[in-house]
């Protein structure tokens, strides 16, 4: 079972209160939440359902418990963002690619185009060749 603000697994080490709508949550991410409603309304209530919950006066949490909450957050805020600048990173990369893709086709396409002008200076010079050949060849028939 995941905890509905962390979204991390709730196990026997984090701690796990259930609320009377049947929610669970770890302990620290409840109290934390609770200390952050407490600043700014009166009612106490799930942070998944807004169902009034009386639970939430009693949470005992120490101070330890508090700098635990505290580091975890820390923890997902960097968790979260190391993955978006991954993501920005893979985005990056993709449009490295298709820009390299896009390169390597124009390249391929010059590389076309080089050869069959090569191909058409090798026709006229072979041509070439055989008309100074031919010619040469019927200047000494004529003798």
């Given amino acids: ?4 603000i962390c979204y991390a697994a709730i196990t026997q080490a984090t701690g796990k209160i259930e609320l009377s709508c049947s929610h ?8 934390s939440w609770f200390e952050t409603l407490n ?10 359902c807004r169902h009034g919950c009386s639970e939430l006066e009693t949470i005992p949490i120490s101070r330890e ?9 820390r923890e997902i805020r960097y968790y979260r963002a190391s993955l978006r600048i991954a993501n920005e990173n893979a985005d990056l990369a ?13 390249l391929n396409t010059e590389l076309h185009e080089y050869r069959l002008e090569q191909h058409a200076r090798d026709v006229l010079e072979k041509k070439k060749q055989s008309k100074e050949k031919w010619a040469k060849w019927t200047a000494d028939i004529k003798k």
């Fill in 39 to 48: 600043k700014t309304q009166r009612t106490q209530e799930c942070p998944y």
């Fill in 24 to 31: 669970s949550f770890h302990i620290n991410c409840l109290a």
């Fill in 94 to 106: 993709w449009e490295d690619a298709r820009e390299a893709e896009e390169i390597a086709r124009n």
């Fill in 65 to 73: 418990m508090r700098e635990m909450t505290i580091l975890h957050e």
């Fill in 1 to 4: 079972m995941d905890c509905a």
